[in-house]
């Protein structure tokens, strides 16, 4: 298993700014995700975090938008850069310690509203 | 390009009524589906399935997975209003970690 603290749970942004999510896991695991979900839609997947290397951005995702740290096997964080209103959404981090055999684990979400 | 297609997209029960819902997929290199329930903000895991046939049970919540015609479902029986959520279905493969989710399927509970 794993617990996924992760900060803030929340903020109100103003348009143009940018904000950074802190993701910290209590074990280390070698991939971390960032997913998305804008109001009334499902997850989808922003980036793998991959400790050592560049992240890998899913279609219509880029670093200079959502730039990614993963400076160890435990933290992680994603910058949500010169922000839209179209940008709010909650931003979640996950890990899947089990690999292909496991769950993917949660951490509890960052809301962010852009005005 | 992976799909993974819920139904349906919301519904209103009764407490005390049973509900069944739907998850197909269209994944290259399948390996696992999963169903994860959505309160508030973090989806909470519930079930993985990676074999056809095969029900996997948890108090009043059940699932089965086939692969043969590549869909899933997820029993609810004996609703009661803490059951009211959103319903997450997301699908592994063997190329990667990440799961790719449906969009859910909202349910409510009334009393």
């Known amino acids: 298993s794993a617990v996924i603290s992760q900060k803030p749970s929340r903020d109100i942004c103003q348009r143009g700014t940018s904000l950074t999510i802190q993701c910290q896991v209590d074990?280390?695991?070698?991939?971390m995700f960032w997913y998305r979900q804008q109001p009334g839609q499902s997850l989808t997947l922003i980036a793998t975090a991959n400790q050592g290397s560049e992240a890998t951005y899913e279609s219509g995702f880029v670093i200079d938008k959502f730039p990614i740290s993963r400076p160890n096997l435990t933290f992680s964080t994603l910058t949500v850069s010169n922000m839209s209103p179209e940008d709010s959404s909650i931003y979640l981090c996950?890990?899947?310690?089990?690999?292909?055999?496991?769950?993917?684990?949660f951490g509890e979400g960052s809301r962010l509203t852009v005005l | 390009e992976d799909k993974v297609v819920q139904s349906p997209l919301s519904l209103v029960v009764h407490e005390g009524d049973t509900v069944t819902l739907n998850c197909s997929y269209e994944?290259?290199?399948?390996?696992?589906l999963l169903w994860y329930k959505q309160e508030k903000k973090a989806p909470t895991f519930l079930f993985m399935l990676?074999?056809?046939?095969i029900e996997k049970k948890s108090g009043r919540l059940s699932s089965i997975l086939d692969k043969k015609e590549l869909f899933s479902i997820l029993n609810i029986t004996a609703t009661q209003t803490g059951d009211s959520a959103v319903y997450l279905c997301a699908v592994g493969s063997n190329s990667g970690y990440a799961l790719n989710f449906g969009k859910g399927t909202s349910l409510l509970v009334t009393p």
């Open positions: 996950s890990v899947r310690p089990g690999g292909n055999t496991g769950e993917l684990f």
């Open positions: 994944v290259t290199n399948f390996r696992s």
């Open positions: 990676t074999s056809s046939g």
């Open positions: 074990s280390q695991v070698t991939m």
